[in-house]
């Protein structure tokens, strides 16, 4: 296929309007529809966008561009059965809810998780409940322009993070449920659920800051008594401390500025669970996942 036949739809956008977080510059969107869309728009320096959770990208933007995957590969009725492929761009909520309807288990610990499928592989995105890296068998990436099927135990997958080889995509996975009820499904996300009613329904990008060992971060944050800190309109949740919540016209300094603040404020070394774009700290520029989100998305 020649590249006349790629129908990649590319736009200079404000990547502020496709993170949660609504925080971040301009940079040149690649959406693609197909594998071949996929394998031309990872030519050159990239970056890959998910939902845009679990990401807060520089008030400059990024210099790479921006390879999004477009509908095709965001089919929730792809989950019908307990053995299936999911296009990497499917919502995960969308997906936690068909596995509710369905009476399949093994996503209630991802419920309330704000990323779409592929982002959370990369992040292995979860809660004390579970990991998406438990139901997932294996994945379909786009590397080097081929697409290569690996199996999820050689991916790295460790508490939000995984090994994916530079430079690769996830283009869809495959994941193992158990066969239940609706009823028992519905249960069992009743306890995650109930654990979730505290946090935020303000702009965010998900947890700020990965749980240290044998802690967790949100209660050291509010013992060093800074809920409800901010630096210019970026703010600690009143409701849940290991949450930052833009109030309207957050920068992408203010952000990092408050971010500091709290690893300065609270003894127990904290390490920043968000990947950052362009930003001191941040990942460096990658062909790939390497600076992406997700989130997670």
Not at 94 to 122: F, H, K, N
Not at 152 to 180: D, E, I, T
Not at 249 to 276: C, F, K, M, N, S
Request: include cysteine; charge should be neutral; hydrophobic fraction near 45%.
């Amino acid at each position: 296929m020649g590249r006349a036949d790629v129908r990649v739809a590319v736009a200079r956008l404000a990547l502020a309007t496709l993170t949660t977080l609504k925080v971040g510059g301009e940079a040149e969107v690649w959406t693609c529809e197909r594998d071949d869309d996929a394998r031309e728009a990872t030519r050159e320096d990239f970056r890959v966008l998910g939902g845009g959770s679990n990401l807060l990208v520089a008030d400059g933007g990024v210099p790479e561009r921006v390879v999004r995957l477009g509908r095709p590969y965001a089919d929730v009725r792809a989950l019908a059965s307990d053995d299936a492929w999911i296009g990497a761009a499917t919502p995960l909520p969308g997906l936690v809810r068909r596995a509710r309807t369905l009476g399949l288990s093994g996503l209630e610990g991802v419920l309330g998780v704000p990323a779409q499928l592929g982002g959370a592989i990369v992040m292995n995105a979860g809660t004390r409940f579970g990991e998406i890296g438990d139901v997932l068998q294996e994945v379909d990436l786009m590397l080097d322009g081929r697409v290569e099927r690996v199996a999820a135990n050689a991916l790295g997958l460790a508490y939000r993070r995984s090994a994916l080889p530079p430079g690769a995509v996830v283009l869809r996975a495959r994941l193992k449920l158990v066969a239940s009820t609706p009823e028992r499904v519905a249960a069992a996300e009743a306890a995650v659920d109930a654990a979730r009613r505290g946090q935020p329904k303000a702009r965010s990008a998900g947890c700020a800051f990965k749980n240290p060992p044998g802690d967790a971060a949100g209660r050291l944050i509010d013992a060093a008594g800074l809920k409800g800190t901010r630096v210019g309109d970026a703010m600690i949740a009143h409701e849940h401390a290991n949450f930052v919540i833009n109030l309207g016209a957050a920068t992408a300094a203010d952000v990092l500025g408050l971010l500091r603040h709290v690893q300065e404020r609270v003894a127990v070394p904290l390490e920043i669970e968000w990947r950052r774009w362009g930003l001191p700290g941040g990942d460096a520029a990658l062909r790939g996942w390497g600076a992406a989100a997700e989130g997670a998305g």
